[in-house]
C-alpha cells in the first residue's frame, strides 16, 4: 500500500511539479494535500509548458486520476480557469478524473480583499504574501465559520451562505480598513453557477485513497510550498497558513501514516525564497544574478503565480538538516544543478556563527536566524555545461564532490539529480533504492 510523499525541503519553488511529473508514470492517484493557488508548479514536456496552481502535476500523465485534498483552500474562479486552460491543451479534465475533496474550504473574493488589506496594514513588516487569501479562507477554517466544498452539494444554500460571508466581511473592510465593500449580491450569484460546475467533481477523497491503497496501487502526495514556509514548522510568521510538511499529507489527504513508503525531499542546488522574512545565506550582486537569472528562461527565479524575482543565495545546509528532521526524508531529489555550472567556488552553509560562537544546528529555532552569519564551504565549481548529462558518473568530478557532501550534510541519498526542466535531465541514481 504505497504512499509517496513529494515534500519541497526549502522555501518552496524546488522543483516540486516536475519531480512529481517524473514520479507519476507508475501511479493511480496524485493528490496535492495543502495550500492553494498560491502554489505555481511548471512542468515542461517537450514543446509544451503546463503552470499549475491547483490542479496536481500528475494530471499531465493520462492514466493518473488527480485529487485535490481535503487540506487545500480551493479559490473556484481559479480552479475553473486552470481546468479550462488545461482542456485547450488536451489535457481530460473530466469529473471521472479529477476528484475534489468535499472537506476542501473555499476561497472567495472577501478572503482576497482581507489579504490585500491586512497586507497593507502591515505596512513595512508585511508577510509578501501571493494575494491570494490563503491566509484569510484558513483563518475561516479554523475559527469554524469557512465555507466548504461541500456545501457547494447544494448551490442555492451555498450562494446564501456566500452572501452572508461577503456582508460579514464588508463589515471589517469597510469599518476596520476604510476599505470599499464587495457586491455581495453578484458575488452570490457567481458563486452559485461555480457550484453547479464543480459539483460532479466533489468525492470523499479518505476513502478513495484509501480503497487505491488497498488494492496496492501507488499514490503520490503532491506538496506545495515548502518546510520553511510551514505554519508549524516553518519561519513563524513569515510561512504560509497550511501545513507543507509530512504530517500535512497524512492530515490533508486522511490517510494512514503507515502506507506511508517513500518520503522525497526536493531541494534546489542553491536556496531561494520570494517575499519576506529572514534568509541567513542571502546574496546581492553578480552571484546572485548568475543565480536568478534575468528573466528570459522560463526556469529563472522569479514567481510563477506573482512574477515577483526571487530573492537567492547559497544552499543552506543547516535548513536542510532540519527539513530532514522535521519530515524524515527517505530520499532527496537535487534540481536546478546546472544553474551552478561557471560559478567560481560553489558554497555551501554549514555552520552559523553569532558572536564568537559557530553552530552546526539551529541554536534557538527558527525564529532568531536574522542574527546569524553563515559559515560556508567553499568547493570548486565546474565550467562545463551539464545539461546534457544523462548518468550521474558523466557529471564533473567537482559536482560529484557537490552532491556527496550535500548527502553527507544531510544524511541522506540523494536519488535524483535534475540538470534542465525538460523530463529527460532528470539523472535517477537507481544504486540507492
Ligand atoms: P515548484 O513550485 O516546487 O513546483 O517549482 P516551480 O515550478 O515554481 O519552480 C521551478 C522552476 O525551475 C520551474 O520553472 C521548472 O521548470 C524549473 N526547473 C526545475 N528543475 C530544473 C532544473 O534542474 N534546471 C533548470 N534549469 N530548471 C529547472
Ligand atoms: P510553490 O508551491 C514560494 C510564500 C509567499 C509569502 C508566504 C505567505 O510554488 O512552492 P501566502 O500567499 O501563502 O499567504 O504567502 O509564502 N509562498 C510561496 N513561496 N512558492 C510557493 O508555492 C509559495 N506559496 C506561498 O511568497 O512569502
Ligand atoms: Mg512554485
Given at each position: 500500500m504505497p504512499l509517496d510523499i513529494v515534500i519541497g525541503a526549502q522555501w518552496g519553488d524546488e522543483g516540486k511539479g516536475r519531480i512529481v511529473d517524473v514520479l507519476a508514470r507508475d501511479a493511480q492517484i496524485v493528490a496535492r494535500y495543502n495550500g492553494g493557488d498560491n502554489a505555481g508548479h511548471t512542468v515542461t514536456v517537450g514543446p509544451q509548458t503546463f503552470r499549475l496552481h491547483l490542479i496536481p502535476s500528475g494530471v499531465i500523465n493520462p492514466d493518473t486520476k488527480v485529487v485535490l485534498g481535503g487540506g487545500m483552500v480551493i479559490n473556484p474562479e481559479t480552479l475553473l480557469q486552470e481546468m479550462e486552460t488545461l482542456g485547450a491543451m488536451g489535457v481530460d479534465i473530466s469529473p471521472k478524473r479529477v476528484r475534489i475533496s468535499y472537506a476542501a474550504h473555499v476561497i472567495t473574493p472577501a478572503h482576497k480583499a482581507l489579504d490585500r488589506v491586512q497586507e497593507a496594514a502591515r505596512g513595512k513588516v508585511s508577510l509578501g504574501t501571493t494575494l491570494r487569501g490563503i491566509g484569510p479562507a484558513y483563518v475561516d477554517k479554523v475559527a469554524r465559520r469557512g465555507l466548504r466544498l461541500r456545501d457547494m452539494l447544494d448551490a442555492d444554500t451555498f450562494a446564501e451562505a456566500v452572501r452572508a460571508h461577503v456582508q460579514n466581511t464588508n463589515e471589517i473592510l469597510t469599518q476596520l480598513y476604510k476599505s470599499e465593500p464587495l457586491p455581495a449580491e453578484t458575488i452570490s450569484k457567481t458563486f452559485r453557477d461555480y457550484a453547479r460546475r464543480l459539483q460532479p467533481y466533489i468525492d470523499d477523497i479518505s476513502s478513495l485513497v484509501a480503497d487505491s491503497l488497498a488494492k496496492d496501487q501507488k499514490v503520490l502526495a503532491e506538496g506545495a510550498q515548502g518546510t520553511l514556509l510551514d505554519l508549524e514548522h516553518g519561519t513563524y510568521p513569515y510561512v504560509t497558513s497550511s501545513i507543507p510538511t509530512v504530517a500535512g499529507a497524512i492530515c490533508g489527504l486522511g490517510v494512514g501514516v503507515g502506507a506511508v513508503r517513500r518520503v522525497v525531499g526536493v531541494t534546489k542546488a542553491f536556496q531561494t525564497r520570494v517575499g519576506a522574512g529572514p534568509f541567513p545565506t542571502e546574496l546581492n550582486g553578480s552571484t546572485a544574478m548568475a543565480l536568478r537569472g534575468t528573466g528570459e528562461n522560463p526556469w529563472d527565479e522569479f514567481g510563477t503565480t506573482t512574477g515577483r524575482p526571487r530573492r537567492v543565495g547559497w544552499l543552506d545546509a543547516v535548513l536542510l538538516r532540519y527539513a530532514v528532521q522535521v519530515n524524515g526524508f527517505t530520499e532527496l531529489a537535487l534540481t536546478k544543478l546546472d544553474i551552478l555550472s561557471g560559478l567560481q567556488p560553489v558554497c555551501i552553509c554549514i555552520g552559523y556563527r553569532r558572536g564568537g560562537e559557530v553552530f552546526n544546528k539551529l541554536p534557538f529555532g527558527l525564529a532568531n536566524l536574522e542574527s546569524l552569519e553563515p559559515v560556508y564551504k567553499q568547493l570548486t565549481g565546474w565550467k562545463d555545461?551539464?545539461?546534457?548529462?544523462?548518468?550521474?558518473?558523466?557529471?564533473?568530478d567537482q559536482a560529484l564532490e557537490y552532491i556527496e557532501h550535500i548527502e553527507t550534510l544531510s544524511g541522506v541519498p540523494i536519488r535524483m539529480v535534475s540538470v534542465g526542466p525538460e523530463r529527460e535531465q532528470i539523472i535517477i541514481d537507481e544504486s540507492t533504492q
Amino acid at each position: 500500500m504505497p504512499l509517496d510523499i513529494v515534500i519541497g525541503a526549502q522555501w518552496g519553488d524546488e522543483g516540486k511539479g516536475r519531480i512529481v511529473d517524473v514520479l507519476a508514470r507508475d501511479a493511480q492517484i496524485v493528490a496535492r494535500y495543502n495550500g492553494g493557488d498560491n502554489a505555481g508548479h511548471t512542468v515542461t514536456v517537450g514543446p509544451q509548458t503546463f503552470r499549475l496552481h491547483l490542479i496536481p502535476s500528475g494530471v499531465i500523465n493520462p492514466d493518473t486520476k488527480v485529487v485535490l485534498g481535503g487540506g487545500m483552500v480551493i479559490n473556484p474562479e481559479t480552479l475553473l480557469q486552470e481546468m479550462e486552460t488545461l482542456g485547450a491543451m488536451g489535457v481530460d479534465i473530466s469529473p471521472k478524473r479529477v476528484r475534489i475533496s468535499y472537506a476542501a474550504h473555499v476561497i472567495t473574493p472577501a478572503h482576497k480583499a482581507l489579504d490585500r488589506v491586512q497586507e497593507a496594514a502591515r505596512g513595512k513588516v508585511s508577510l509578501g504574501t501571493t494575494l491570494r487569501g490563503i491566509g484569510p479562507a484558513y483563518v475561516d477554517k479554523v475559527a469554524r465559520r469557512g465555507l466548504r466544498l461541500r456545501d457547494m452539494l447544494d448551490a442555492d444554500t451555498f450562494a446564501e451562505a456566500v452572501r452572508a460571508h461577503v456582508q460579514n466581511t464588508n463589515e471589517i473592510l469597510t469599518q476596520l480598513y476604510k476599505s470599499e465593500p464587495l457586491p455581495a449580491e453578484t458575488i452570490s450569484k457567481t458563486f452559485r453557477d461555480y457550484a453547479r460546475r464543480l459539483q460532479p467533481y466533489i468525492d470523499d477523497i479518505s476513502s478513495l485513497v484509501a480503497d487505491s491503497l488497498a488494492k496496492d496501487q501507488k499514490v503520490l502526495a503532491e506538496g506545495a510550498q515548502g518546510t520553511l514556509l510551514d505554519l508549524e514548522h516553518g519561519t513563524y510568521p513569515y510561512v504560509t497558513s497550511s501545513i507543507p510538511t509530512v504530517a500535512g499529507a497524512i492530515c490533508g489527504l486522511g490517510v494512514g501514516v503507515g502506507a506511508v513508503r517513500r518520503v522525497v525531499g526536493v531541494t534546489k542546488a542553491f536556496q531561494t525564497r520570494v517575499g519576506a522574512g529572514p534568509f541567513p545565506t542571502e546574496l546581492n550582486g553578480s552571484t546572485a544574478m548568475a543565480l536568478r537569472g534575468t528573466g528570459e528562461n522560463p526556469w529563472d527565479e522569479f514567481g510563477t503565480t506573482t512574477g515577483r524575482p526571487r530573492r537567492v543565495g547559497w544552499l543552506d545546509a543547516v535548513l536542510l538538516r532540519y527539513a530532514v528532521q522535521v519530515n524524515g526524508f527517505t530520499e532527496l531529489a537535487l534540481t536546478k544543478l546546472d544553474i551552478l555550472s561557471g560559478l567560481q567556488p560553489v558554497c555551501i552553509c554549514i555552520g552559523y556563527r553569532r558572536g564568537g560562537e559557530v553552530f552546526n544546528k539551529l541554536p534557538f529555532g527558527l525564529a532568531n536566524l536574522e542574527s546569524l552569519e553563515p559559515v560556508y564551504k567553499q568547493l570548486t565549481g565546474w565550467k562545463d555545461d551539464i545539461r546534457s548529462v544523462r548518468r550521474l558518473k558523466d557529471l564533473p568530478d567537482q559536482a560529484l564532490e557537490y552532491i556527496e557532501h550535500i548527502e553527507t550534510l544531510s544524511g541522506v541519498p540523494i536519488r535524483m539529480v535534475s540538470v534542465g526542466p525538460e523530463r529527460e535531465q532528470i539523472i535517477i541514481d537507481e544504486s540507492t533504492q
